[in-house]
C-alpha cells in the first residue's frame, strides 16, 4: 500500500475485517483499505479513464482539424495558382483588352474565395460564373460597337438575350457542371470535418461515467491493493472488457452512424484525388475561358446585330464623337515571344501539385481507417493500454484473486450488457437516447456527402448544361437563388425530420406507432432500422 499515492493517514497498522467498504467489501475478509482510501482510489480510477477517453477524442479531432485545413489551404493554393495562370495568360492573349478589364476576372476568382469561406451548404460557383460570362459579354458588345451607348433597359434586354444567342456556345455550362461539382464536394468535406470535430466535443462532454461504473473501475483497478496483493498486479483482459464495456455500452451504439460517416469520407476522397482533385479541374479553366471568347469573337458580328434588332430603339443614340475613343477589340496578340512554353510550364505545375495532393489524400485515408471502429473498440483500446490490464498468459488480477479470468467476455453496445457477468445485479440504466442527436447529425452529414459523391448538391441539385440562361435565370438579379428540383427532405424541413425519428423512436419504446408521412420520401428510414 505504501507504494500508492492514496492518502495513507488513516490505514490500519494491521489488516483488519473491511467494514463500510463501498467499493473493496471484500466479503468479510482482511483489509487494509479504509472509506478515506476508497474514496482516493475512485478518485485515481475514474481520472485514469477520463484522461483516455479525453485524449481519445482529442486524438480524433486534431486529425479532423488537421486535414480540413490542409484540404482548405489545397483548394485556395488550386484556385488562385489557376488566377496567376490566368493572368500571365491573357495578358500575352488579348493584350489591352485583358489589362483594361482584368478587374472582372480578378472579381470571379475573389468571388469564388468568398463563397468557399461561407459556412452556407448552398453556396455554389453557379452564380460567379453566370456573372464573369455576363460581364464579358457586355464588354464584348461594347468593345465591337463603341459609338453606341447602352441604357439599363438595354442591358436587362442584352441579358435576357443571351440565353437564346449562347454567345459561349456551351463553355459556360459545361464549365459550371464540373467546377460546381468540385467546388461542392470540397466545400462539404471541409465542413463536415468541421462538423465532425465540434461533435466529439459534445460527446466527449456527455460521456459521464455512471457511479455504477465508477464501482467496477475501482474493484477493477485498486481493489487488489487492499488484500496486500503486489500494487503493480493488473486486472486481467477480459475482467478489463467485460467492465469497460459496461461502462461504455451507451456511446458504443453510435458506432454504425460514426463508421459510416469514416467509410463515406473513404469514397468521397477517391473522389478529392482523381475526378475532382481540384487541381487538376482548375488547370484548364483559363484556356476554357479565352476559347469561349474567341467563339464569341468568330460570331460577333451575327450576334451583335441581332442585339441591336431586338433591343435598341430604331433611333440609335450615339456618344459624342469628340468623346469617343475606340477600345482595342479583344484580338489575340500576335506577339513574337508568345508561345506554349510557359502555359505548359504552368499546368504541368498545376498537375505537379495536384500529385501532391493525391499522396495527402491517401495519408488522410490511412487516418479514416484508424478511425473506424473508435467506440466499438473503445473498450479494447482501453484495456489494451500496457498500463491497464494484463497482457494474456501472466498473473492478473479477477476481481477475487490472481488465478486468471474464466468468465465469459460480452459485446460491446446495450443489448450484451444484459449477460455481462460484471454487472449482475447492478441496475445501469443505459438508454439508446443518451446519444441520439449524434447520431443524427452523423447520419445527416454522411446523407450530405453521399448526395454530392453521387453527383448532387447537398440541396440534391441538378445542373442543366443547356446554355448560360441556366447560370442565372432572373437577369435583373444576378444573385437569386435557382429553382432547383429537391432532394428527398424536399418536401420536409431538415429538422422536423429529425424530431420526427426521435418521436417514432420513443412511440416504438412504448408500443406505439405511427407513419409520419415525411420520412416515407426520406432516407430516415434506414436511420431508424439502425436505431432500432
Known amino acids: 500500500m505504501k507504494q ?43 481520472q485514469k479513464i477520463e484522461q483516455f477517453v479525453q485524449s481519445h477524442v482529442v486524438t480524433m479531432r486534431n486529425s479532423l482539424d488537421e486535414f480540413a485545413t490542409e484540404f482548405r489551404k489545397h483548394f485556395r493554393d488550386a484556385l488562385r495558382s489557376t488566377e496567376r495562370q490566368l493572368d500571365r495568360m491573357f495578358h500575352q492573349t488579348y493584350g489591352s483588352f485583358y489589362r483594361d478589364n482584368s478587374k472582372v476576372f480578378s472579381d470571379f476568382f475573389d468571388e469564388i474565395d468568398e463563397q468557399f469561406a461561407v459556412d452556407d451548404p448552398s453556396a455554389s460557383l453557379k452564380s460567379a460564373l453566370g456573372l464573369l460570362f455576363r460581364k464579358i459579354f457586355l464588354i464584348e458588345f461594347g468593345l465591337m460597337n463603341p459609338m453606341r451607348d447602352i441604357s439599363n433597359a438595354e442591358r436587362h434586354c442584352m441579358a435576357r438575350l443571351q440565353g437564346q444567342l449562347k454567345p459561349f456556345g456551351q463553355i459556360p455550362a459545361k464549365l459550371a457542371l464540373l467546377l460546381d461539382r ?3 464536394i470540397w466545400k462539404l468535406t471541409i465542413s463536415t470535418l468541421e462538423k465532425a470535430s465540434q461533435l466529439l466535443i459534445r460527446l466527449g462532454d456527455k460521456m459521464v461515467l455512471k457511479p455504477e461504473c465508477v464501482n467496477k473501475l475501482v474493484h477493477m483497478k485498486q481493489c487488489h491493493v487492499c488484500s496486500g496483493i503486489n500494487v503493480k498486479t493488473k486486472p ?7 467492465v469497460l464495456n459496461g461502462c461504455f455500452a451507451e456511446v458504443a451504439e453510435i458506432e454504425p452512424q460514426w463508421t459510416g460517416l469514416m467509410e463515406t469520407l473513404q469514397l468521397i476522397s477517391s473522389r478529392l484525388k482523381s475526378a475532382n482533385n481540384v487541381y487538376h479541374v482548375l488547370a484548364p479553366v483559363p484556356i476554357q475561358i479565352s476559347e469561349a471568347i474567341m ?46 512554353s ?61 488465478s486468471g479470468y474464466k468468465k465469459a467476455v460480452v459485446a460491446s453496445g446495450i443489448n ?46 441538378s445542373i442543366d448544361a443547356s446554355g448560360l440562361e441556366e447560370l442565372n435565370p432572373d ?44 420520412l416515407l420520401t426520406s432516407i430516415g428510414l434506414f436511420l431508424l432500422l439502425r436505431i432500432l
Not at 441581332?306 to 500576335?334: G, H, Y
Open 416 to 461: 450484451p450488457q444484459r449477460y455481462n457477468p460484471e454487472f449482475k445485479g447492478f441496475n445501469l440504466n443505459l438508454s439508446k437516447e443518451t446519444f441520439i442527436d449524434e447520431r443524427l447529425s452523423l447520419h445527416s452529414l454522411r446523407q450530405q456527402l453521399l448526395n454530392v459523391f453521387d453527383g448532387k448538391s447537398a440541396k440534391s441539385e
Open 236 to 242: 486481467c483482459m477480459g475482467f478489463c472488457l467485460n
Open 342 to 402: 510557359w502555359l505548359s510550364e504552368s499546368l504541368t505545375s498545376l498537375y505537379r501539385k495536384g500529385d501532391g495532393l493525391k499522396r495527402e489524400i491517401g495519408r488522410f485515408n490511412d487516418r479514416l481507417i484508424l478511425m473506424k471502429g473508435a467506440w466499438r473498440l473503445l473498450p479494447t483500446a482501453i484495456c489494451s493500454d500496457g498500463q491497464v490490464a494484463q497482457n494474456a498468459g501472466e498473473q492478473c488480477w479477477n476481481g477475487e484473486t490472481t
Open 295 to 340: 467563339l464569341f469573337q468568330e460570331r460577333g458580328t451575327t450576334i451583335s446585330n441581332r442585339i441591336v434588332f431586338q433591343c435598341f430603339e430604331p433611333k440609335m443614340r450615339f456618344r459624342r464623337a469628340t468623346e469617343e475613343s475606340v477600345l482595342d477589340r479583344p484580338v489575340v496578340v500576335n506577339s513574337p515571344d508568345m508561345g506554349p
Open 4 to 46: 500508492t499515492a492514496y492518502d495513507l493517514s488513516d490505514m490500519p497498522d494491521e489488516p483488519r475485517i473491511a467494514e463500510n467498504l463501498t467499493h473493496c467489501p471484500m466479503n468479510g475478509q482482511h483489509s487494509c483499505c479504509t472509506r478515506l482510501i476508497e474514496a482516493d482510489m475512485e478518485r485515481f480510477a475514474r
Open 182 to 184: 468540385t467546388f461542392a
Open 475 to 518: 437577369p435583373d438579379n444576378p444573385d437569386d437563388e435557382d429553382n432547383y428540383e429537391g432532394s428527398a427532405y424536399s418536401n420536409c424541413n431538415d429538422h422536423a425530420v429529425m424530431d420526427d425519428v426521435k418521436i417514432q423512436l420513443l412511440e416504438q419504446r412504448s408500443g406505439t406507432s405511427r407513419t409520419i408521412g415525411c
